[in-house]
């Protein structure tokens, strides 16, 4: 059966139980895997060559936890605030606030100077692109720095990491050779920052979220699941690049 044919019937299986959600049809999965994000988004993750007869019995057997879960997420309906790229508005970095301060010239296109952050005066678009290249660059230096200290302590080899934009997700396991980052999540604080490190880090030797999984995260990070909550908190109020639009 094609991919394309085979979500397709996953999606009718489970239209049948009620259940609106993404399905991902993946090569690496050995179970099928059940996620909720903020706002209700529940993604189901798929192991190749499963029948939409046994998906439907896995999702059944879920369905209260499922049900449960998607009540909580949808109180977290995302809220991501639209800029204005205007002096005194306030950005985060690494779970700090720093007010917005345009500038004529500089060096740099953007420095941090005590609690401000100096960006070069542009059109609000060209602000924003700008700021959101500079968050790469950051992430991209801290993880430089922090993966491969969790990446030995969980006993796996360090693959490429890249930070860009994933739209809804914080970060993404290509299989054991590329793990990516959203450049927004450099704007949340360290220890948001570590569980999503982990968890794609776990990623490398557990593609669902089973057992096996679950206990590779708590040797990591003991208290994931309250910083779990933390993350889905401070991500649905975080800014993901949007600017007023010109009038």
């Not at 060209?126 to 230096?141: E, P, S």
């Not at 590779?216 to 699941?225: A, C, E, K, N």
Request: charged share 20%; net charge positive.
């Amino acid at each position: 059966m094609e991919v394309q044919d085979e979500l397709s019937a996953h999606q009718q299986a489970l239209a049948q139980l009620g259940v609106d959600c993404r399905i991902e049809i993946s090569a690496r999965s050995r179970a099928v895997a059940i996620s909720v994000a903020p706002g209700g988004l529940v993604t189901v993750r798929v192991p190749e060559q499963i029948s939409p007869q046994n998906l439907v019995e896995i999702v059944q057997r879920r369905m209260r936890w499922l049900a449960r879960s998607v009540a909580d997420q949808t109180l977290l309906t995302p809220d991501h605030p639209v800029k204005q790229m205007v002096g005194g508005e306030s950005y985060a970095v690494f779970g700090h606030n720093h007010r917005l301060l345009p500038v004529e010239w500089s060096k740099h296109p953007v420095v941090v100077r005590g609690r401000q952050l100096e960006v070069v005066q542009a059109t609000p678009d060209t602000m924003a692109a700008t700021l959101i290249h500079w968050y790469q660059a950051r992430g991209q230096d801290w993880l430089g720095r922090q993966a491969p200290q969790l990446a030995h302590r969980l006993g796996v080899p360090l693959p490429k990491i890249n930070v860009g934009d994933l739209r809804a997700q914080w970060g993404r396991c290509h299989a054991g050779e590329l793990i990516q980052f959203h450049w927004a999540l450099f704007q949340l604080p360290v220890r948001l920052i570590e569980l999503v490190l982990a968890h794609e880090l776990v990623h490398l030797i557990e593609a669902g979220h089973g057992k096996g999984f679950q206990r590779l995260l708590t040797r990591l990070i003991p208290d994931h699941m309250e910083r779990s909550q933390a993350l889905a908190e401070a991500g649905s109020r975080t800014w993901m690049g949007d600017v007023v639009p010109p009038k």
